[in-house]
């Protein structure tokens, strides 16, 4: 293994989240998010020969990583197409989904892809290079409100209307097509000392409305729901409160909008128990050892019987 695979993304609150899948023999297992493929070796490592192993990724780059093992099928597709796959792969039903929510470091360390403000580059930020808009299509085309929207409800910028503002009249002059000619417009907006917090909520609006990350994470937490045997494990780490918020959600009330409905007696109906009430978050030590961690969360639900 080269040094580029070895810091493609170094696996976030590991241990904690395999111990949470509670893996048995001749288990069915499903890995959403493989990326450098550090969850989904921990996964093989601890299962048994009867056990088989489902991880999903859409970006070619995951290909390198990918396992040589018979109980491993990789499969290239966005995470929201679960339910196809597992039926294509005559999956009936899953004994633990596990998903790792955040992006990879890969994806900030290169330039290329355009997710992080350190590097100039195309203005990408698409997961799957074969599909969809891009980072420089929607600040290029969406219309005003629209665009203020991104910055408010996915990158919660109090400044939003105004950043909208600016970058409409700005591409009237001239296109906006690499990280440069953004950073240029939106700079002159966030006081220095706040600076790299407030470009980074910037960022991640835009990551998440060019992957459409929120639909899909919605739709992978019904096809899991339906997917999982009673008795079965959701593991989910989180990155930002957007995310959380859904699993939260979906935990207490069986519903990715938290809608509480209510039994007879009052019970809330939802399928799920939590099995940790309190979220698992990074120790000290992982947070000095991987800074990119501090912000995550893990949450457990098992599936009611």
Known sequence: MNESEQTYHIPVLLNES???????????????????????????????KNSHLYSFDQDEDAEKNIVDDSRFTFVRSNFRYLHNFLRYYGVEEVDAILADLGVSSHHFDDSERGFSFRFDGKLD???????????????????????????????????????????????????????GDFLEIIKPLFGKEREKKELAKVFQALRIEVNQEMEALKEMLYAATEALKPGGRLVIITYHSLEDRIVKNLIKTGNVEGKVEQDFFGNVQTPFRAVNNKVIVPSDEEIARNPRSRSAKLRIAEKKE
Request: aromatic share 6%.
């Open 18 to 48: 395999i111990d949470g899948m509670n893996l048995h023999p001749a288990g069915i297992y499903a890995d959403m998010t493989f990326g450098g493929g550090g969850h989904s070796k921990e996964i093989l490592r601890r299962m048994d």
């Open 125 to 179: 930020m698409r997961m799957n290079k074969r599909a969809g808009m891009t980072a420089a299509d929607i600040v290029n085309n969406y219309e005003e409100e629209r665009l203020a929207n991104v910055f408010y409800l996915y990158g919660e910028l109090k400044n939003s209307r105004k950043l909208a503002s600016v970058l409409v009249k700005a591409r009237t002059q001239k296109q906006i097509v690499t990280i």
